[in-house]
């Protein structure tokens, strides 16, 4: 048995090599961009493990571009992979146990609206002094400071995505006596793919917004930049170097474009094979990337290859007896499990210290002082709440024009990537000219300010959520000759409620997040700032006020506590009891 088990992989490697010789123009291409990678990657190596340098010098020459680019492009993709690991994790573990959600969900919202500034400091300093010899201290905050900025919404939409598993699905998974790792691989993991894969759009998007922040981190005399197309955007913008400013514009553009066209598009595509259909025709959609991939000798014989090695290890291997116990109900359980219930205490445990530190920090802060904090922090959400309503306008009808119609994703899906992935704060100097040449204060300039990154969330939402519509009850609205505004109030817009909370609940954190940069600006040498909790947490961390920047943080945070659980939180429920369609 075991011979002829190793005949056939023998022989199935000879076709493998005899495939390979008869390489096609698109295999030469993919062996040029492997090398690239690896090229790519033991450039990256060398700058993480480089003696650390007290002063980074930026070249505004656009032929030192290509480099900055790479480097920013691998500290977003190094943070998407902790962020998508995190996401499955602490998303699945939520949605499971009732006890830890309690916790889990309200973190999660504190976390996801704490400003960067809140943390940066903190997190630079003590990742610096961890590697003292080496950039990869320096490097680690820069990728955990686009962690940040990239998960939450993705860990969002995957609880949620949990949440609302159709009833029909989790009984087959009852009836097929499914463990907890076979029902998440063939039942959750797809059902949750369409929206997982369009807030991971939408998270690289968000990581990009404080580039400039991340890469160009200067606190006092201590320099902590690194080489970027951020940091590089950053110096130029300082110099008031417009030729430079331009060439950042084009480079970040075509990263995005690049990066949209060569993974996103195709993950899309590819996404779309986990629709939750029961019949009905649907237009298919394509990407000229993928389509190269499938003409691949070279990916073809690869597969093949895998393919062999994988049956040759499962045959080899012991036959296991079949499960016979009933599989746990997929809905979340009452207690958690002893496995769980560690990490629960030491989230907790972590907590309290925290608490106790912080404190001990406040000690200082006057009542007076907490009134002032307190009312700028209510101005601040009047204007989290406008931007959101605003966004809604325009990104409800937007999205669902998208993501009903295959041929507008095609077109406007890197339009939408570009748009939603520039670091808003690269334009804010010509927001803010054009906003004095109208003399329109900071504090209504600072809503639109918001809305330039934070609008997106909600379009991305909106159009998985549209995507997802099952097909079968389009064709029931077309057979019906329903109206258009029939259609949005019995099926589109139910049908998607529950993507546009979650686009809501991670727009209105962004906002706050966005609060820092939007209502303390700098312009023309000048300080432009208006009353509201992200100037104050902004001066603060200017001055090296950190109990002014913990009082604020903790304001903030009490307050998108408050409004999430009273608000929200009612949101979700009314999507899941009202307009599920499983339900």
């Known amino acids: 048995m075991i011979d002829h088990l190793l005949r056939r992989a023998w022989g199935e490697a000879n076709a493998f090599l005899h495939r390979s010789r008869q390489l096609r123009w698109v295999d030469l291409l993919i062996l040029a961009g492997l090398v690239g990678v690896v090229v790519g990657i033991h450039r990256v190596a060398g700058e993480w493990v480089g003696p650390q340098r007290h002063e980074v010098a930026i070249d505004l020459s656009p032929l030192a571009l290509p480099r900055y680019v790479m480097f920013s492009l691998s500290r977003g993709l190094i943070a998407y992979a902790f962020s998508l690991g995190f996401t499955l994790v602490y998303g699945y573990w939520a949605a499971k146990d009732q006890v830890a959600e309690r916790v889990l969900i309200p973190l999660l919202d504190v976390l996801q609206s704490i400003p960067i500034l809140g943390f940066m400091p903190g997190l630079v300093l ?75 759009m939408m998270s690289m998007a968000g990581g990009w917004f404080f580039l400039m922040i991340n890469e160009a981190f200067v606190l ?12 590089y955007m950053s110096v130029a913008v300082a110099r008031g170097d417009v030729r430079a400013m331009v060439w950042a514009i084009i480079a970040m553009t075509l990263m995005i474009v690049a990066l949209d066209q060569l993974l996103w598009r195709p993950v899309v595509v590819w996404a779309q094979k986990f629709r939750v259909e029961e019949g009905g025709a649907t237009e298919a959609m394509d990407s000229w990337f993928l389509s190269w991939l499938k003409r691949s000798r070279l990916v073809e014989s690869a597969g093949a290859a895998l393919h062999g090695l994988r049956s040759l290890g499962q045959r080899s291997s012991r036959p296991r007896a079949p499960r016979v116990t009933v599989a746990r109900s997929a809905g979340p359980v009452g207690r958690p499990s002893r496995l769980s219930l560690v990490p629960f205490v030491l989230v907790v445990a972590l907590l309290g210290f925290g608490g106790f530190k912080l404190v001990f920090l406040l000690r200082t802060v006057s009542l007076g002082r907490w009134g002032v904090i307190v009312g700028s922090a209510l101005l601040t959400l009047s204007r989290v709440l406008a931007s959101t309503a605003i966004g809604t306008l325009w990104a409800l009808p937007a999205g669902l024009a998208i993501g009903l119609s ?27 000219a054009l906003l004095d040449l109208a003399h329109v204060p900071l504090g209504v300039g600072s809503i639109l300010l918001m809305l330039l990154g934070t609008q997106w969330y909600i379009l991305f939402n909106v159009i998985a959520g549209a995507m997802a519509i099952p097909a079968d009850l389009k064709e029931a609205a077309r057979s019906y000759r329903l109206s258009l505004t029939q259609r949005l109030r019995t099926l589109y817009i139910p049908a998607v409620f529950s993507y546009l909370v979650t686009g809501w609940v991670t727009a209105a954190g962004g906002a706050w997040n966005a609060s820092i940069v939007s209502e303390y600006v700098t312009f023309k040498g000048r300080v432009v700032s208006t009353p509201g909790v992200g100037s104050a947490i902004s001066r603060a961390a200017e001055s090296g006020d950190f109990a002014g920047l913990a009082a604020g943080v903790l304001a903030m945070s009490a307050l998108v506590m408050i409004f999430n659980r009273n608000v929200w939180q009612r949101g979700y429920r009314l999507a899941e009891e009202r307009y599920s369609l499983n339900r």
């Open 406 to 432: 295959p041929r507008l994703s095609r077109i406007f899906q890197p339009v939408i990537q570009v748009a939603a992935s520039f670091p808003a704060p690269m334009l804010f100097p010509i927001v803010i």
């Open 126 to 200: 003590a990742l610096v002094h961890l590697f003292p010899t080496s950039n990869i201290g320096l490097e680690m905050a820069a990728v955990l400071m686009m962690f940040t900025g990239q998960v939450w919404n993705m860990t969002f939409s995957f609880y949620h995505s949990l949440r609302a598993v159709p009833g029909d699905l989790s009984e087959a998974g009852t009836v097929y006596r499914y463990d907890w790792w076979q029902r998440l691989r063939w039942i959750e993991l797809p059902f949750a793919t369409l929206g997982l894969v369009w807030n991971s």
């Open 220 to 231: 006092g005399s201590h320099d902590y930049r690194l080489p970027g197309i951020g940091s």
